[in-house]
Nanobody, 125 residues
Framework: QVQLVESGGGLVQAGGSLGLSCAAS????????MGWYRQAPGKEREAVSC????????YYADSMEGRFTISSDNAENTVYLQMNSLKPGDTAVYYC??????????????????WGKGTLVTVSS
């Protein structure tokens, strides 16, 4: 049973930083791609950032590029999302996901096979 467990969410002031972690139950190399998504209240889920374990390529949504950084620790089977210069509009539940069976090109959520339960990030103004 594949499990993804997010941690690191919390309350932060606008302009601040926060780091999220996603611990996988197995090797992240078993996934074709891993990524972070978020869903704000009343809004649809949107992609934040993804990376391919096949070629190392990364994807960032336009509004996050330059502020967010995705990384991984392969030995710890953990994927990270470092978020800087946070804005109130970044408030959302952040989910970690992994694509085990499909090739994900542009962080499309329908390509992901496994999802964590999410961690809440609240950015105050």
């Amino acid at each position: 049973q594949v499990q993804l467990v997010e941690s690191g969410g919390g309350l932060v002031q606008a302009g601040g930083s926060l780091g999220l972690s996603c611990a996988a139950s197995g090797s992240i190399f078993s996934f074709n791609a891993m990524g972070w998504y978020r869903q704000a209240p009343g809004k649809e889920r949107e992609a934040v950032s993804c990376f391919s374990t096949i070629d190392g390529s990364t994807y960032y949504a336009d509004s996050m590029e330059g502020r967010f950084t995705i990384s991984s620790d392969n030995a710890e089977n953990t994927v990270y999302l470092q978020m800087n210069s946070l804005k109130p509009g970044d408030t959302a539940v952040y989910y970690c996901a992994g694509a085990l069976f499909r090739t994900v090109i542009a962080c499309e959520s329908y390509g992901m096979d496994y999802w964590g339960k999410g961690t809440l990030v609240t950015v105050s103004s």
